[in-house]
Each structure stands twice: as structure tokens, then as C-alpha cells.
């Protein structure tokens, strides 16, 4: 029998746990036609919460209802695509494109000179009016009265912001047409919240904000008994609640601990249940398995001072006072502070009571005191590295020139 948990990164599980809401909250707003808020929206959340599976599932949802679906991440070049998908590999050509230019007095009499915008402006400009002909043309082929164009764009950026502006701006452009068209874009909290607050594209701060974060415990133990059925094993009552108990409510860990149950009860010979000795060797290669697939990324994409802000709180079995983390890094409480807030801000951390935080990413404090030692070994290079620098500043070497010498 085929496993049917599918720890990969953007893979859509069998069941989606805990985010119908959102699902629901879109199809009105394709039920409630051109304009309707719900249609441009943005999902963020930490590493392995599933924004990817979320765009999944909203594409899926309008393919379903006819619509024309492209999915995108925004990297270089994302915006060709979308045209080129939109126009079935034909590159859209607009007959005239009229570009907003300015007229300079000169000192010269009845003289006159004319600027563009520069170079960067002309390009979005261009790459916005071609986009809106791409999805309007597409929309033209439709019958508008059922059908329309979503757009899906992952792993939004600020190293991709023009393109993100010339598809934000023909959107919009779309949107005031009253277009059957719908945008919905995602990516880590940081990372959607430079672009939303872009001056450019300020009409993407009005889009509906889906923030993802734990699942009810409840539906994840229901999700696992009947996924676990459905497939043609049976768990008892101890089995799931192991189960569920380990994910913490974190989604990319139900499909890790199922997933690895799974398995070693197909290893041990269980080919019809999962056992108690299963369940438990499965949870065990899941926690692993998150250091490598989460854990490892997030922490490596911090700074060097939010790296040791987290390996200071690692120190505790609970929730850490800041006051006892600002004197671990050797840092006053308002230096510190900072980097609480970008670990609050990045969904790593939370506030756990007045003064004290807590991780928000299950299993990280194990993670990092097994890390440890090799994290404190890179500092203190890093400390000794700056103190040698210092210390040329202060005592450089006297060099003789060459031929100096009598």
C-alpha cells in the first residue's frame, strides 16, 4: 500500500488540516464577483507551515470552477512567464505603449527639451502594460460571467520587487476595469511585509492578510485516523494520540510523523496497522528529519546576533526571561530587544508572559543544543577574527619601503 503522507516541501498532503476557513473565504470571494476583497490576498507564516500547499489548494479550488490558473514563484524573469503561460507561449505585442515623459524649460529661448522617467520606470511601465494585456486578452477568450484569471505567486521578495510592481500594477489596472481577476501571493512574514509596505504598490497593503500558524490538536488526531483508514491501516486510540501529541500542532510535522510511522510499520511487517513501537521509531526520525528540512534553514538565514539570541534561549527547558538572555550574549536589555522583535516578527519566537519568550517552531530548542557547540565554536572564530582587526587598528605594522636601507 502507498504511503500517503507526503513530507515535501509544497506538496499537498491528502488532507488539509485545519485550513477550510480560508478555503471558504476565498470561494465567496469568487462567488462574489469582480472586486471583492478576498480576491487579492497574501499568506505568510513561518518555514513549513504550508503557504505553498495553501496556494495549492486556492489554485485547485478555481481550476475546479473554470478558471485559468498560473502559479508562479517570484524569481528572475517570473513576469515573462505569466505572459507567456497567459498567451500560450505567443509573445504579447502591444501595438503603441504611451509612456508618461516630462518637458524641461531651457535657458535658450522657445527652446525645449523632453526627459523620460529612466530606465527602471520605462521597463515596469512596460512590463505592467504588457501583463495587463496578457491577462486581459486571456480574460477576452473567457466567459467573464463564470470564468476568470487567478494568479499565484510564491516566495515573494524585495529581490524581485520590479517584476512584483509590474504584476501589482496591471492587476490593479484590472481590478478598477472590473475584470474577472484574482491575485494571491505568499511568503516568510519579513519578507511580505517589505513588499506590501513598498511606495509603489501601496494598494497591496489592502489586500486580505492569511496568517498561518498551529492546528487544533482535535483535527489533526481526526485527520490521522482517517487518512491512516482511508489507506488500508488501522491505529488504535494510543497510537493516534502519539501521534498527534508529536506534531505540536506544527503542519509540516503531520506529514513527517505520519509519513515515518508509516514506514517503519511497513518495515517491522505491520502491513495492516501501525503500532505503539512503530509510531514511537517514526517520531524519532521525524524530529531528525525537521532539524534537517526546517530547523537548519531558518536558523542559517538569521543574523549572527539572532543566532545567538536563540542559542542563549536554548539554554532553558521553558519559556527564557530576556533579562537572562541579554546577560547570556552580553548584550543591555534594549540591544537585545531588537532581535526579539525580528525573532517575533520571522513567527521563530513568541511572547510567553510579561518578559519571557518562548520557541514557536516545535522541536527547535532540542535542535540547537544539539548544535550548539559548533554554533559557540563559529562565534568565538568570529570574536577572535574582530578582535585581531581591532588590534591591527591600534598597532599596525611599520613597514620599511624597499631601497630605504643605507
Known amino acids: 500500500m502507498p504511503n500517503p ?45 504550508g503557504k505553498t500547499v495553501m496556494l495549492n489548494a486556492i489554485g485547485n479550488y478555481a481550476r475546479n470552477l473554470g478558471w485559468t490558473v498560473i502559479d508562479q514563484t517570484a524569481e528572475r524573469g517570473f513576469a515573462e512567464g505569466i505572459i507567456q503561460a497567459l498567451s ?13 515623459s516630462a518637458s524641461i524649460a531651457t535657458p535658450v529661448l522657445g527652446a ?31 466567459d467573464e460571467s463564470r470564468q476568470g484569471v487567478l494568479i499565484t505567486l510564491d516566495e515573494v521578495q524585495m529581490t524581485s520587487i520590479e517584476e512584483i510592481r509590474s504584476l501589482a500594477i496591471g492587476v490593479q489596472h ?11 501571493f505568499a511568503g516568510l512574514p519579513s519578507m511580505v511585509e517589505e513588499v506590501i509596505n513598498d511606495k509603489v504598490i501601496t494598494f497591496l497593503r489592502r489586500a486580505e492578510k492569511d496568517h498561518l500558524g498551529s492546528v487544533d490538536l482535535r483535527e489533526i488526531w481526526i485527520a490521522f485516523e482517517q487518512t491512516i483508514s482511508q489507506y488500508g ?15 505540536n500542532g506544527y503542519p509540516f510535522m503531520i506529514q513527517l510523523v505520519g509519513y515515518w510511522a508509516w514506514r517503519y510499520a511497513d518495515v517491522n511487517g505491520h502491513d495492516d496497522r501501525i503500532t505503539v513501537d ?3 521509531q517514526g517520531i524519532r526520525r521525524a524530529k531528525l528529519k525537521l532539524g534537517d528540512m526546517v530547523h537548519a534553514p531558518a536558523f542559517d538565514g538569521l543574523s549572527a546576533m539572532a543566532k545567538d539570541y536563540l542559542i542563549a534561549m536554548s539554554q ?6 530576556t533579562a537572562d538572555i541579554a546577560r547570556r550574549i552580553e548584550r543591555n536589555a534594549q540591544f537585545a530587544s531588537v532581535y526579539r522583535a525580528q525573532l517575533i516578527e520571522e513567527d521563530i519566537i513568541e511572547p510567553a508572559g510579561y518578559g519571557y519568550v518562548d520557541f ?37 605594522k611599520k613597514t620599511e619601503p624597499r631601497g630605504s636601507e643605507s
Open 88 to 100: 500560450d507561449h505567443r509573445s504579447v505585442q502591444p501595438n503603441a505603449i504611451t509612456l508618461p
Open 316 to 321: 532553558d527547558d521553558g519559556p527564557s526571561r
Open 360 to 396: 514557536k517552531i516545535p522541536y527547535l530548542r532540542d535542535y540547537l543544543k544539539e548544535h550548539a557547540a559548533h554554533h559557540q565554536m563559529k562565534m568565538t572564530i568570529r570574536n577572535m577574527l574582530r578582535e585581531g582587526e581591532s588590534l591591527k587598528e591600534l598597532n599596525p
Open 233 to 247: 491501516k488501522r491505529a488504535d486510540y494510543q497510537v493516534l494520540n502519539e501521534l498527534t501529541q508529536a506534531t
Open 278 to 280: 512503530d509510531a514511537e
Open 112 to 142: 525645449e527639451a523632453t526627459v523620460n522617467l529612466g530606465k527602471v520606470e520605462l521597463r515596469r511601465l512596460e512590463k505592467a502594460h504588457n501583463l495587463r494585456l496578457a491577462i486581459g486578452a486571456k480574460l477576452d477568450s473567457l
Open 5 to 49: 503522507f507526503k513530507p515535501t516541501a509544497g506538496k499537498t498532503p491528502p488532507v488539509l488540516v485545519g485550513r477550510q476557513n480560508i478555503l471558504e473565504d476565498f470561494r465567496f470571494a469568487l462567488t462574489d464577483g469582480p472586486g471583492a476583497p478576498g480576491r487579492l490576498r497574501y499568506i505568510t507564516g513561518p518555514r513549513g507551515v
Open 174 to 184: 484590472l481590478i478598477r476595469e472590473d475584470r474577472n481577476v484574482a491575485f494571491v
